[in-house]
């Protein structure tokens, strides 16, 4: 085995897989990185000439990828040519939540993991390092150990080429929108594994920019858990927050106040502790739902039923979201226009997977009112997806029956509107001119804002109604 990489190949080229090559790819120009996707589509965005097309939008990533893409990073669809290449290959490719059968709900479809497996036991040549860089359920690695062992085992028996293969578990830590500085400056990098080599080898990537202190090398198993129980503690202190939100409405508290006065406590710290109208992204959900199963799996019932609570306050508080608006706007939104700003999951990310935008958006057209759509980011076509429906056309819209329209500015979402709901944390939410936009509204005029981006002052000022999440000063 190279303990000095030369040839890398990561498949999957999604949120994960992508930045992180390309972080690699910079800080480690001796490298040849190679990115295979079976999405030709996606593919030819990362390839696309103007950097404004790339599939997904990170701060700083256009600037990385002009400067290192085709030189030592290449995106392309021939996955075998690029695994028999290489000398490490990185498994990036998504793990959502099984659907159908056995721990449909809960348990991770593994089937894309599978496949690639094959794929690499086939098409690797000589001795292979093969990288888990999805969130994987525990012994995952155990899988793909077994997949890759039956294709060594048929070739030995064929007195073939020889192939080895060394597993190691090497989450990914990075949070969308930030991921570029998460790659450059991570809290720790963590590499599971029982090969030394194998681990020396990887640990000589990060150690390019990465000091030795913040490198933690563990056994497969936990390494792999370290990953889903971070993302479990993380989303438990949002809806944690989220849960005491509802409360500081019903007590005249304000929910901003005390995150500042329990966060200033070292031992509780003050990250985490935003409260806003749920979580949302790939992760947080499919991987507390992951440890659900795991839980009831292994008999654990009390500790299974302990963080599904942490799931339920997050559609809790979606749904309560809903009828505060419904509520306040004289217990009837049908026919009238709502402004969504923001559809992201959060700021800085084109990303609406698991957003709480989309169960927000889809009760408020369940109660008949005809939103207007707006965010920085996220397309016309990727919101028709997650509502399942189209947009109305001009004819159709107003509608009584509820509906939706995609806005391409912030004065267009507002005009003639009968509310504003903000939904994602986006800059520019945060400064609205409030005097100018209240005057293309319908009268009365409300904002209703799960993200605290508002001065509630002055939009009481400029003659709003104004509801924001956690603030029970506003009644
Ligand atoms: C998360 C983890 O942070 C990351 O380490 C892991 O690799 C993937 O999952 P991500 O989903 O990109 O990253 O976003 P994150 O910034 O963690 O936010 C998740 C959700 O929680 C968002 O919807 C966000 O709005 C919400 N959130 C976060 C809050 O509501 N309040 C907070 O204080 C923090
Ligand atoms: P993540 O957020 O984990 O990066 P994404 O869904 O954004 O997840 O990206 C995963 C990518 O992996 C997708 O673009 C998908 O097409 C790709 N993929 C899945 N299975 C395979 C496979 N067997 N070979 C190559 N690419 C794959």
């Known amino acids: 085995m190279k303990l000095i990489v030369e040839k890398i190949c990561c498949i999957g080229a999604g949120y994960v897989g992508g930045p992180t090559m390309a972080m690699i790819a910079e800080k480690c120009p001796q490298i040849e990185i190679n990115v295979v996707d079976i999405n030709e589509y996606r593919i030819s965005k990362w390839n696309d000439i103007d950097l404004n097309n790339l599939p997904i939008y990170e701060p700083g990533l256009k600037e990385i990828i002009s400067k290192c893409r085709n030189k030592n990073l290449f995106f392309s ?169 509802a409360l500081c409405e019903s007590t005249q508290a304000n929910i901003n106040e005390v995150a500042k006065a329990i966060g200033m406590d070292l031992r509780i710290g003050k990250h985490f502790l935003k409260s806003g109208p749920g979580f949302g992204g790939s992760c947080f959900k499919k991987d507390i739902l992951n440890l659900i199963y795991i839980c009831n799996h292994y008999g654990l019932k009390e500790v299974a039923s ?99 329209q995609f806005a391409y500015s912030i004065k267009e979402s507002v005009e003639n509107s009968d509310a504003i709901v903000i939904l994602s944390d986006w800059d520019d939410f945060f400064k609205l001119d409030l005097k100018s936009l209240i005057n293309i509204m319908r009268n009365p005029s409300w904002i209703f804002d799960t993200r605290n981006t508002i001065d509630t002052k002055q939009a009481k000022a400029v003659g709003f109604n104004i509801w924001s999440l956690g603030d029970g000063s506003l009644i």
């Not at 226009?337 to 990303?351: E, M, Q, R």
């Not at 698991?354 to 927000?360: D, H, K, L, Q, R």
């Not at 990727?382 to 009584?400: E, R, Y």
């Open 306 to 404: 302990y963080w599904e609570k942490v799931i339920q306050i997050n559609e809790w508080q979606q749904k309560r979201i809903t009828k505060i608006i419904v509520d306040r706007m004289f217990g009837n939104v049908a026919g009238k226009k709502i402004s969504i700003l923001g559809f992201s999951f959060k700021a800085n990310t084109n990303d609406t997977r698991e957003s709480p935008a989309i169960n927000i958006c889809s009760d408020l057209i369940e109660e008949g009112s005809y939103l207007s759509i707006y965010d920085p980011k996220v397309e016309l076509q990727q919101i028709q997806i997650d509502l399942g429906m189209k947009p109305l056309d001009d004819n159709s819209w107003p509608n009584k029956n509820g509906g939706w």
């Open 77 to 245: 669809t021939d996955v075998k040519k690029h695994i028999s290449n290489a000398d490490m290959v990185f498994i990036s490719v998504n793990t959502p939540t099984k659907e159908k059968g056995v721990g449909a709900g809960q348990a991770s479809d593994l089937k894309w993991i599978e496949s690639c497996s094959r794929q690499i036991g086939e098409f690797a040549k000589g001795e292979t390092i093969v990288v888990e860089k999805s969130t994987l359920p525990v012994r995952t690695a155990e899988t793909i150990g077994s997949i890759l062992k039956s294709f060594s085992d048929r070739d030995k028996k064929a007195k073939k080429d020889q192939k080895k293969f060394f597993i190691l578990s090497n989450p990914e830590f990075l949070a969308e929108g930030t991921a570029i500085f998460d790659l450059e400056n991570p809290d720790r990098v963590l590499i599971g594994g029982n090969n030394e080599r194998a681990i020396d080898s990887l640990k000589k990537i990060y150690l390019n920019w990465v000091s030795e202190e913040k490198i933690l090398t563990t056994d497969l198993w936990s390494s792999e858990l370290s990953k889903l129980i971070a993302n479990a503690f993380l989303a438990q202190r949002v809806s944690s927050i989220n849960s005491i939100s």
